[in-house]
């Protein structure tokens, strides 16, 4: 159990568009959903931190109208990047901690490869 | 603030031999320290995790890690290598105030050699 999948598993997009990514726990209620994005050959950076019907909460120095994230719910998170460009190239992954567990333990999704063009 | 260093970006050891990642923290509190492998287009998958207790902690596939608080280490070990373990492996810190956020090393990917 405490699988977590991400819809689209690549995606690449035009300059100025908005890309939506899904982040969904299939098999657990997630009580927190984590935003990581990681360069190549560097460490995952963690961008928010959202509760399911609460605003996320940003890291210093991410954009939270940039990267809009949305928590409908107990079992799926989104993170929209708006009006994309180049620079916003990475791969994002999302991890969730699950209700009823303690919370030092996170299953990360497979992540989303984002390639703006 | 804490960080995560992982040496050795790349490490490479024959099938059958010992398997030795290393990972230095530094945290201005006892931290929860945390190792987690990402096989190909997979997420990553907890190994193990060390919060209070026992300073050696085992975890799946074989693997134990030993937190070692005066040298600010946490070095992942296993005695015998198999190719299934080829893999990008995270070291990961976060504080234990009840923190659910981890800061993690740049990873180390492990290649076996037949």
């Known amino acids: 159990g405490a699988v977590v999948s991400q819809h689209p598993s690549w995606v690449i997009c035009k300059s100025g568009t908005s890309v939506k990514i899904e982040c969904r726990s299939l098999d657990f209620q997630a009580t927190t959903m984590f935003w990581y994005r990681q360069f190549p050959k560097q460490s995952l950076m963690l961008m928010a931190t959202?509760?399911?019907?609460?605003?996320?909460?940003?890291e210093q120095g991410v954009e939270k109208d940039k990267f809009l994230i949305n928590h409908a719910s107990l079992t799926l998170s989104t993170l929209t990047v708006t009006s994309a460009h180049p620079e916003d190239s990475s791969f994002y992954i999302c991890?969730?901690?699950?209700?009823?567990?303690?919370?030092?333990?996170?299953?990360f999704g497979p992540g989303t490869r984002l390639t703006v063009l | 603030a804490q960080s995560v260093t992982q040496l050795g970006s790349h490490v490479s050891v024959s099938e059958g031999a010992l398997v030795l990642l290393r990972c230095n923290y530094s945290?201005?509190?006892?931290?929860?320290l945390f190792w987690y492998v990402q096989y190909p287009n997979q997420g990553l998958q907890l190994l193990l995790k060390?919060?209070?207790?026992?300073?050696l902690v085992k975890g799946i596939n074989g693997f134990e890690a030993e937190f070692k608080k005066s040298e600010t280490s946490f070095h992942l070990t296993k005695p015998s290598a198999h190719m299934s373990d080829a893999a990008e492996y995270f070291c990961a810190v976060s504080d234990d105030f009840g923190n659910e956020k981890l800061t993690f090393g740049t990873g180390t990917r492990l290649t076996i050699i037949p």
């Open positions: 959202s509760n399911e019907g609460s605003k996320a909460t940003y």
């Open positions: 945290s201005s509190v006892p931290p929860y």
């Open positions: 060390y919060t209070t207790g026992a300073t």
């Open positions: 991890s969730a901690t699950r209700l009823g567990e303690g919370t030092d333990t996170q299953y």
